[in-house]
């Protein structure tokens, strides 16, 4: 038995306005990586296809680079490499996913050539992981490697850590019918039922952590923790808040629930 306890703080918020940009969609802004000398940076990608990189020195917003109107930005995600995240800029775009350096360099443009819009993407290494309302496609340095359509709609992906170096890639996908689905290559590999619709993802600490875990939420407020170990997610707790659209969570110790929970819930 397993006993999880959760802190809930309440924290008054205070707005202060350092950019301004077009609507945007959910997940559509990402803090990039940041070392003691040089800026905070954070890339936002907006419904006229814009994608901005904003640079914050001594409480000023400055401008990074920003490109030409395009379609409609639909997800904007940060590469992995080693399961760490990097500061590549990752966006889906219609069809399409273009690569972009912390500088504005497009490096890739890869078009999937899939009948629906993207609208969830995961880079981790050469592994880019795309899904539409209803198809997930693998692309293995930009050759589709595998394919898996879904029964109900997918509202979010992503890939648990791989066990060792070079192993196959478990890929997660919160489906609108209660259930959390694992994949091996094109072949489903086993189901989980969450409490809701899930909404968004996380894994424990960005990178999954020591011991591996994830985050699921509904828009309902409803927030699944489960353990992945050996890719295997087991739910160790539950806890109910407002209407949840999008998660990052810090690090939690799973074996002994003694850590610090820096999740954080609501909408962006």
């Not at 930005?73 to 273009?98: H, M, N, Q």
């Not at 290494?125 to 109900?152: P, Q």
Request: net charge neutral; aromatic share 6%; with cysteine.
């Amino acid at each position: 038995c397993l006993l999880c306890l959760v802190i809930i703080m309440e924290i008054n918020l205070v707005p202060s306005l350092y950019a301004q940009v077009a609507a945007t969609s959910l997940r559509c802004m990402q803090v990039l990586p940041s070392s003691r000398n040089t800026p905070q940076k954070f890339a936002i990608g907006d419904n006229d296809g814009v994608l901005s990189c904003f640079g914050m020195r001594r409480g000023d917003s400055n401008v990074v680079f920003k490109t030409l109107p395009s379609t409609k930005i639909s997800r904007v995600e940060l590469g992995r490499t080693s399961g760490l995240v990097s500061d590549k800029i990752f966006i889906a775009t219609g069809s399409e996913v273009k690569g972009y350096s912390k500088k504005g360099n497009n490096f890739l443009t890869l078009d999937t050539n899939l009948a629906e819009s993207l609208q969830s993407i995961w880079v981790d290494d050469v592994n880019l992981l795309v899904g539409g309302s209803y198809i997930y496609n693998h692309y293995m340095d930009c050759k589709d490697t595998d394919y898996y359509l879904c029964s109900d709609k997918i509202n979010d992906l992503l890939s648990l850590p791989p066990r060792s170096a070079g192993s196959e890639l478990s890929p997660v996908l919160a489906c609108q019918d209660c259930t959390l689905r694992v994949l091996r290559g094109s072949n489903l590999l086993y189901e989980v039922e969450v409490a809701g619709p899930p909404s968004c993802l996380a894994l424990n600490n960005g990178d999954g952590g020591k011991l591996p875990g994830l985050l699921s939420a509904t828009p309902c407020g409803i927030v699944d923790l489960l353990s992945a170990v050996d890719t295997c997610l087991s739910p160790v707790g539950r806890m109910g808040r407002r209407c949840c659209t999008a998660l990052r969570m810090g690090s939690w110790d799973w074996s002994s629930c003694k850590g610090r929970s820096r999740s954080t819930g609501g909408t962006c």
